[in-house]
């Protein structure tokens, strides 16, 4: 199977790749900007929270608003398995419908980069059509709530780029600039009441000064444990670098929750991330996706001549033949 690529820059490992398709090459960019419009009719359309009138509260209004963020359209998990954990997020959801507020939501994405399922750019750090469909999701849940509860959702896209410069030396600039163009692209659609950026190292908490303790390196690690911290980090390491920065991330990202709990605690927020956890739900940022978004870019695979969205990584580019087609950002020409 081929998959298609849309590197967001031409990029010298892809010249020889482009697809010389100008069918394909329309359906992809039609398919994008499709999403694209949707989401921003979505965003524009919907009324500023802080003006729409309080209504009384009912439990069915409860049932359908936690019936949508775990339909499969948008969480991964099987409902027999979150437990205790739908009884806390009712909870919580009666709360602010109660005070006709929108629910904050709380999305652990990334640490303000990618990595690149191109060897010669191991790491991106401009948001790209990645993003975009993770916009899309925000707009469809966003769309599905406000049905039921006109308040809808605020949902806080979480971005621990002060771990990623803590563990893998990952320059605060960069990550920031990943950031601020996150802010753009919010803006473009419109979304800025509805969405928002909660950067680790915009928080008055935050320092520069290195905190971690010198530590023991994880016991030795898998190959594939010690790929994903060189995916990470942008480049190959020992294995004895790999462990270390692998404990320093567990070290990191416990700090890192230490921070992020109260401020989640305070607005009663619902926490979600990627991944299954039990101790949250999952959110799938694009469609059909139920991983970690951060470990590749999104490309195409086409299915009953559909294109269908799919996670490219370096292992993926491994097995199978890409293909790179041009194709223009529609956040862009709209701003």
């Excluded at 802080?50 to 069915?60: G, P, Q, S």
């Excluded at 996150?182 to 950026?197: C, P, Q, T």
């Excluded at 004895?240 to 605690?265: D, F, G, K």
């Excluded at 799938?284 to 470990?295: E, H, K, S």
Aim: hydrophobic share 40%.
């Amino acid at each position: 199977m081929a998959f298609i690529y849309l590197p967001r820059l031409p990029q010298p490992q892809c010249q020889a790749s482009w697809l010389d398709d100008a069918h394909t090459t329309t359906q992809i960019n039609d398919w994008l900007r499709g999403r694209y419009e949707h989401a921003k009719t979505v965003f524009n359309g919907l009324p500023s929270p802080n003006k729409i009138a309080r209504d009384a509260t009912t439990t069915e209004q409860i049932d359908a608003v936690l019936n949508t963020l775990t339909q499969r359209r948008f969480n991964h998990q099987s409902r027999s398995r979150l437990g205790s954990l739908m009884g806390l997020y009712r909870q919580k959801l009666a709360g602010h419908m109660a005070h006709g507020v929108p629910i904050p939501c709380f999305f652990l994405y990334n640490g303000g980069y990618r990595a690149s399922p191109l060897a010669q750019q191991p790491l991106i750090f401009e948001p790209d059509q990645t993003e975009l469909l993770l916009l899309y999701q925000i707009a469809c849940l966003t769309e599905d709530i406000c049905k039921t509860y006109p308040p809808g959702v605020h949902f806080f896209i979480v971005i621990n780029n002060g771990v990623a410069f803590w563990v893998n030396d990952i320059a605060l600039t960069s990550t920031q600039a990943y950031a601020q163009g996150l802010n753009e692209m919010i803006e473009a659609m419109g979304a800025h009441e509805r969405v928002s950026v909660v950067l680790q190292s915009a928080l008055p908490t935050f320092h520069t000064r290195p905190f971690l303790p010198t530590v023991a390196p994880s016991p030795a690690l898998s190959d594939k444990d010690h790929r994903l911290v060189e995916r990470f980090l942008g480049r190959p390491c020992s294995a004895l670098e790999a462990r270390q920065r692998h404990a320093l991330y567990a070290i990191a990202e416990a700090h890192w929750a230490q921070v992020l709990e109260p401020l989640v605690r305070v607005q009663g927020g619902l926490l979600f991330r990627q991944v299954a956890s039990p101790q949250m739900l999952s959110f799938r940022p694009y469609p059909g996706g139920a991983t970690r978004i951060q470990n590749g870019s999104i490309g195409f695979s086409f299915q009953d001549k559909q294109p269908t969205p799919q996670l490219i990584t370096t292992k993926t580019a491994g097995h199978h033949a890409i293909r790179c087609v041009p194709w223009t950002a529609p956040w862009v020409s709209s701003v």
